[in-house]
């Protein structure tokens, strides 16, 4: 059985407070666990360092950074398996143009805006994505580049248990023309998502507010929901709130999306602390 659990699920800025609690306030962090043990953690985002809480006895931990934006970066250096030398942390990213992952890491873990150098901490190790298919435990993991503003990744997810596909800062509908979404193979993130048992999916906007926001790398709910079906997803969660909207808008969102797009699939809210299991 594979597991995955939202422990983050808001976009741009953590945005705690009574009026996101069903759905939380932290940013992008998300637990794939295999039946063996393994953990897999996709981005480092305020909500990771709850997710380390438990790991204290965990031997090996990969995280999963979909891009270095401070939303999904900003958490990282309060997970707790970081600072304990009896866990081997593996960070898979992308570099850019001219720096490598771990030059790009080392411009948040040091002075002045973290007190500690990533140098400095034991027993961690950099990989740069994307790269060809590799595994990690009962995992079989494929990066590929997405259409969102710098370098950024998606990832899919095989095991014998079925397929999780990450896109969570995504813009997939980007240049359709009059709204008519093109052959799969000029749509970013297809070959991520092609027949995905679990869509994890950037859903940050109203079509209203997409309007203003165009080319900012990411979807409305609609787009979401047309991208699923396209991709021929069995289930999506929709991902990375908007700050400014709450529970009761998010509510709203997810309703309307699910009536007005009579989905072909199964559709979940991307609530913190919603799991999902697969091949159960």
């Known amino acids: 059985m594979m597991r995955v659990t939202l422990f983050g699920t808001r976009g741009s800025i953590p945005a705690p407070g009574p009026e996101t609690i069903r759905y939380g306030g932290n940013t992008a962090a998300v637990e794939v666990c295999g039946k063996d043990g393994t953990v897999l953690v996709l981005d480092a985002g305020t909500g990771i360092r709850r997710l380390g809480t438990h790991l204290s ?13 401070m939303d999904h970066i900003q958490g990282l250096g309060f997970f707790g398996p970081l600072f304990n030398p009896r866990t081997n942390v593996h960070v898979w990213g992308p570099a850019s143009s001219v720096h490598t992952l771990e030059a790009r890491l080392a411009r948040y873990l040091s002075p002045p805006l973290f007190p500690v150098h990533l140098r400095d901490l034991p027993n961690v190790v950099c990989h740069e994505v994307p790269c060809p298919a590799f595994d990690i435990g009962p995992f079989r993991i494929r990066t590929s580049l997405i259409c969102h503003p710098g370098p950024t990744v998606g990832y899919r997810i095989e095991s014998d248990d079925g397929i999780v596909a990450y896109l969570c800062d995504h813009e997939p509908a980007l240049g359709l023309p009059n709204d008519q979404w093109p052959s799969s193979d000029w749509i970013s993130g297809y070959d991520i998502a092609a027949n995905a048992d679990l869509l994890i999916h950037d859903a940050q906007y109203t079509d209203e507010e997409y ?10 709910y609609r787009h979401a929901f047309e991208f ?53």
Do not use: N, Y
């Open 57 to 69: 006895a965990t031997a090996r931990v990969d995280i999963l950074l979909s891009h270095l934006h």
């Open 211 to 220: 309007e203003c926001c165009i080319g900012w790398g990411h979807s409305t």
């Open 228 to 280: 699923a079906a396209r991709v021929g997803a069995k289930r999506i969660v929709p991902f990375h709130h908007d700050p400014s909207h709450d529970d009761e808008m998010l509510d709203r969102l997810f309703d309307h999306a699910v009536a007005a797009f009579k989905c072909p699939f199964l559709a979940s809210p991307g609530r913190e602390g919603a799991t999902f299991e697969l091949g159960a």
